[in-house]
């Protein structure tokens, strides 16, 4: 698939491009760059939505070590600072669908990122395992702004 989308403004161009990269291989420097400080990350699992690049980049990475066989299939821009990005993946033996709502500033810099997931069952599947995971770490970004780090895994 070309994950070309000339409607969109030149930054947000770029920014795609390395999105495709830098989702699936989990670069949580690499996507750092991409996200604007004030980034707001709606997830299909918590209520309100979630400030700030440190907790985005938290649950985004997580998700993408929970996800298997994870593919983005299509793209539709919206407007020049707006695209959607359908995917599918596996979860706990759940086949899901998804798109990613991306909108950028003008510097191209991913100023919200909303999530929508079914079928029902693996977006569960995708909050227990999120929940298990980072539900702690992210509690305390939300109430502090501190990034607790991961503890390493043995």
Do not use: C
Request: charged share 25%; hydrophobic share 45%; no cysteine.
């Amino acid at each position: 698939m070309t994950h070309v989308a000339t409607a969109l403004a030149p930054g947000p161009q770029r920014t795609l491009a390395a999105w495709h990269e830098v989702f699936v291989g989990r670069n949580q420097e690499r996507m750092r760059e991409l996200l604007a400080d004030d980034v707001v990350l709606h997830s299909p699992v918590v209520q309100s939505p979630i400030h700030g690049a440190t907790a985005a980049i938290l649950v985004l990475t997580t998700v993408g070590e929970t996800f298997r066989r994870f593919q983005y299939r299509r793209t539709y821009v919206g407007s020049r600072l707006d695209v959607a990005l359908e995917f599918s993946a596996v979860i706990d033996g759940w086949e899901l669908k998804g798109v990613d709502l991306m909108r950028f500033n003008d510097h191209g810099e991913i100023v919200e990122f909303e999530v929508l997931v079914r079928p029902l069952r693996a977006l569960s599947a995708l909050g227990e395992e999120i929940g298990r995971r980072i539900g702690p770490r992210l509690m305390q970004i939300k109430r502090t702004g501190a990034f607790v780090p991961r503890p390493k895994e043995i």
